[in-house]
């Protein structure tokens, strides 16, 4: 069975930083991109960055970039996501996601494979 655990969330005040980690297990995701996704009530889930396998490839939304870095350990099967400079419209339940098409962690969140449970993120102004 396939799970994507993630820790790391909290509340934090504007301008400060969180690391968020997803541990991915019940198979082995070589060859899969992972991906951080957030999603606010009344709003699609969106994603938020996204690393290939060998992890030299990167995506970041405009609204993150610059701010947020995504990494990845393949041998441990786990994904980071360090969150700087924090906004308030940052806020919003962070979801770890695996995949085996880049487009489909990029695209939007209608075609990928896995995901975690999500994990709350609160940035007080």
């Known amino acids: 069975q396939v799970q994507l655990v993630e820790s790391g969330g909290g509340l934090v005040q504007a301008g400060g930083s969180l690391r968020l980690s997803c541990a991915a297990s019940g198979r082995t995701f070589s060859g899969y991109v992972m991906a951080w996704f957030r999603q606010v009530p009344g709003k699609e889930r969106e994603s938020v960055a996204a690393?290939?396998?060998?992890?030299?490839?990167?995506y970041y939304a405009d609204a993150v970039k610059g701010r947020f870095t995504i990494s990845r350990n393949g041998a441990k099967n786990t994904v980071n996501l360090q969150m700087n400079s924090l906004k308030p419209e940052d806020t919003a339940v962070y979801y770890c996601?695996?995949?085996?098409?880049?487009?489909?962690?990029?695209?939007?969140?209608?075609?990928?494979?896995?995901w975690g449970n999500g994990t709350l993120v609160t940035v007080s102004s």
């Open positions: 690393i290939n396998w060998g992890g030299g490839i990167t």
């Open positions: 996601a695996a995949d085996s098409v880049w487009g489909h962690v990029v695209g939007g969140p209608r075609l990928v494979d896995y």
